[in-house]
């Protein structure tokens, strides 16, 4: 069992950045890998960024490609993402996700835990 809590989230003016932290317990972080997703109002859960377990590799959605860096540290059980650029439409509840497995997905229905949740507000 994997317990994810995330934290950074805010509001900011487009053009600003964030960075977004998931912290989870368990002594196996290492051994899961990780993504980030957003749900805006209306809209359904979108895959952001997902890294696998031990950050060999990244990705990413298109949109947010070149602007968002996903990386993890495992000594501190922790992944973050950092927001850069940020527009209007970044605008979501942004949840980050573990799945025990080495490699990485984009699809949320392959991944097992998830945090609760962390609001990013995007203003022009």
């Known amino acids: 069992q994997v317990q994810l809590v995330e934290s950074g989230g805010g509001s900011v003016q487009a053009g600003g950045s964030l960075r977004l932290s998931c912290a989870a317990s368990?002594?196996?972080?290492?051994?899961?890998?990780m993504g980030w997703f957003r749900q805006a109002p209306g809209k359904e859960r979108e895959f952001v960024a997902a890294?696998?377990?031990?950050?060999?590799?990244?990705f990413y959605a298109d949109s947010v490609k070149g602007r968002f860096t996903i990386s993890r540290d495992n000594a501190k059980n922790t992944v973050y993402l950092q927001m850069n650029s940020l527009k209007p439409e970044d605008t979501a509840v942004y949840y980050c996700?573990?799945?025990?497995?080495?490699?990485?997905?984009?699809?949320?229905?392959?991944?097992?835990?998830w945090g609760q949740g962390t609001q990013v507000t995007v203003s022009s």
């Open positions: 996700a573990a799945r025990p497995t080495l490699w990485a997905s984009v699809k949320a229905e392959e991944y097992d835990y």
């Open positions: 890294i696998r377990w031990n950050g060999g590799r990244t």
């Open positions: 368990g002594r196996t972080f290492s051994s899961y890998a």
